[in-house]
Structures are given as structure tokens and as C-alpha cells.
């Protein structure tokens, strides 16, 4: 299969409500073939939090890096790289497929643990499934909250959130206030969201991107993008909050697809082409952090 018919293989899946409380039966079948296919590159660890009583679960897969070359007397050299974060959530809202938010995001994620387990960076790579972002970033917020407690650093998090969505006619892209005079009115691009001290990331991931044929854009904000709340809606947020470098990589969620949120969010409506153009965009740029 290619990338295309693999990113379309997981959406079939993937794609049922799979809401934790209202939908448990679909969204424990996502969460074990998520684990399935992580597996295949490697241990997968269940990570879990506690809402209100009840145990959700986080999966991990840890990908080592590249081995160091050898240094002079054949040792390997102690220099640990910080590990790139990337996170996808699996939860819907009730009553929807959520085959954008975030089938998509879960797919890309699940073929870009293939991609670098195939051909590891020189950085180790942390691949998480996050539960629970609809109800508040929850998932994230745990998984964030431990790498601060433990005082580890983090290269950067990139954030899957909604990849599948096109629309090529005018004007079928809108912003937040003011931004519609600085970036296209066609929903064709992926876009990319960082703070400030993200910039040079920015810069760098949407060339790559760009350069393999993918339109994208790129948007920075300061502090902790509070003064565009819109910016703060996926499991990125939980990592600007602890002072850790994040990204979200999105296809502006409702500032494009009327299928937001909707029992109509399902995999006919997703653009497979754009999916896997961005996928092979980001497999990458990734390479090149």
C-alpha cells in the first residue's frame, strides 16, 4: 500500500464515535488498534490518568535515536538529545466520527511512528495518543505535568490536530481578527502554530513542508497565544503552559470544515490527497530538526 491508501486503512478504524463516556465501546476499539499499530515499532507503554474516578489512558511509544557516531577510541558519545514530542488525540465529542478531529491527526501520527522507526533522527522521538482532549487538553495536561515534575527537557511537541480538510474555492478560509489580510482565503494549506521562541522551528518546518509540494503557513504568538484563544485549542496548549516549545500542526478546524464537531465529520468529506501531502510533508521536515 502507499502512504495514501495506509493514512486511508487507519481512518476506517479509527473513524466511529469513540466518545469515553458516551461512546466507551468505539473509543476502546480506536484506543486498542492504536495500540496495535504502535506496537509493531516497538514497546508501547499505557500511561494512566484518573478524571472523576474513572482511569483514562495515554499510549507511548519511545523511539530511540540514531546512534551517535564513534568517537576516537571507538566510544560512543554520552551527549543525550532531547526528545521531540509528537501527539495526536483519539477521543471525539459526542455523537461524532471525528474522522478530522482528530482520525487524521491519529493517522499521521501512526505513519510517522513507521517512517522513523524505519530510519530513526538524531533525536529520540516520543509518539503519544493523548486521551481526553475534549474535555480540557486532559490527557496532555498529565503527560506535560510529568515531564515538569521531573524536571526533563523537551526539543520540541508538535501537536496533530485536524490534517484532512481542504477546500480550494475562494474564501472558504477565515481567521481570527485581522489575520485574513496576512494569509490566503482558500482552505488549501496545512498550518502551523508556535509561540515566539518557536520561530526558527516555524521557519524551518513549513519550508520543508512548502518544498515537498504542500502549501503551509505559519503563524507565531506571544504569550502563550492568549491574546488569540484560538490558537489555544489542541494538546499543545498543556506544554506552552509549562514552558516547553509546541507546535500545532492543523487545518484550522472551523475556520474551514463545517463538519466540526458534527455527526456529518466523516472520512468522505476529508481530501486523502491534501491528508497525505501533509503527512509526507511533515516525514519530512521532521528529519530536519
Known amino acids: 500500500m502507499n502512504l495514501k491508501e495506509r ?30 499499530q504502535l506496537a509493531q515499532w516497538g514497546t508501547v507503554e499505557i500511561d494512566d490518568f484518573s478524571v472523576r474516578g474513572r482511569i483514562h489512558h495515554n499510549l507511548i511509544l519511545d523511539l530511540p535515536p540514531l546512534s551517535p557516531p564513534l568517537a576516537k577510541g571507538g566510544k560512543q558519545e554520552k551527549k543525550q538529545e ?10 471525539t465529542v459526542p455523537g461524532s466520527p471525528g474522522a478530522d478531529d482528530n482520525a487524521t491527526g491519529v493517522a499521521v501520527l501512526l505513519e510517522l511512528a513507521r517512517d522513523i522507526a524505519s530510519g530513526p533522527l538524531k533525536y529520540p522521538v516520543q509518539l503519544v495518543a493523548f486521551d481526553m482532549e475534549e474535555y480540557g487538553y486532559l490527557g496532555s495536561s498529565h503527560h506535560a505535568a510529568k515531564y515538569k515534575q521531573q524536571q526533563k527537557s523537551i526539543r520540541l511537541m508538535i501537536s496533530l490536530e485536524m490534517l484532512g480538510y481542504c477546500n480550494h474555492n475562494p474564501n472558504s478560509q477565515s481567521y481570527p ?9 482558500s482552505g488549501n494549506f496545512i498550518a502551523l502554530i508556535g509561540t ?53 500542526v492543523t487545518d484550522t478546524a472551523n475556520m474551514r470544515n463545517p463538519h466540526y464537531h458534527r455527526e456529518s465529520d466523516r472520512i468522505e468529506t476529508l481530501d486523502l490527497d491534501f491528508l497525505a501531502g501533509v503527512c509526507q510533508g511533515l516525514v519530512e521536515a521532521i528529519r530536519y530538526i
Open 7 to 36: 493514512l486511508h486503512s487507519h481512518l476506517i478504524q479509527i473513524v466511529r464515535d469513540r466518545n469515553p463516556y458516551l461512546a466507551s465501546e468505539g473509543h476502546f476499539y480506536a484506543q486498542q488498534y492504536i495500540r496495535e
Open 82 to 91: 532531547k526528545p521531540i514530542v509528537i501527539g495526536a488525540h483519539y477521543d
Open 177 to 185: 481578527a485581522g489575520l485574513k489580510y496576512f494569509y490566503p482565503n
Open 196 to 248: 515566539l521562541r518557536t520561530v526558527p522551528d516555524l521557519i524551518n518546518l513549513s519550508g520543508k513542508i512548502r518544498k515537498s509540494g504542500q502549501p503551509c503557513e505559519w503563524l507565531p504568538v506571544p504569550n502563550r497565544g492568549l491574546i488569540v484563544p484560538d490558537t489555544r485549542r489542541s494538546d499543545h496548549v498543556p506544554f506552552w503552559d509549562n514552558g516547553y516549545p509546541a507546535i500545532m
